[in-house]
């Protein structure tokens, strides 16, 4: 007895909408990364999923899953050390009052 593909969509999307969510609707910036780290997670399942129900025989799907991962934690490497230095400067996370770009 197999778990069905829809199963495992529906799954992903209820992870990537939680994410899109926090992404959207948080203003502290380590949350916002969180909600990004969440729908990449979908990305993955999804991944994964169509490999394992479409062709299984090809690697193709878990290659690509590993890339997702790579850029997940570059993502975060990035983003963390972001927040840091915005932090060291302005002694807040907030989304809304980082304006550091700005003219």
């Known amino acids: 007895m197999s778990i069905p593909l829809s199963w495992y969509l529906l799954l992903a999307a209820a992870l990537f909408s939680i994410g899109l969510y926090g992404v959207l609707a948080r203003k502290n910036a380590i949350a916002i990364l969180l909600g990004i780290e969440l729908m990449l997670n979908a990305v993955n399942m999804n991944l994964v999923a169509f490999w394992r129900y479409l062709d299984p025989a090809q690697m193709a799907g878990q290659a690509f899953a590993v890339i997702v991962f790579a850029v997940a934690a ?19 996370v907030v989304a809304d009052e980082l304006d550091l770009m700005k003219w």
């Open 74 to 92: 570059a993502e975060v490497a990035v983003g963390l050390a972001l927040v840091i230095s915005v932090y060291r400067r302005r002694k807040t």
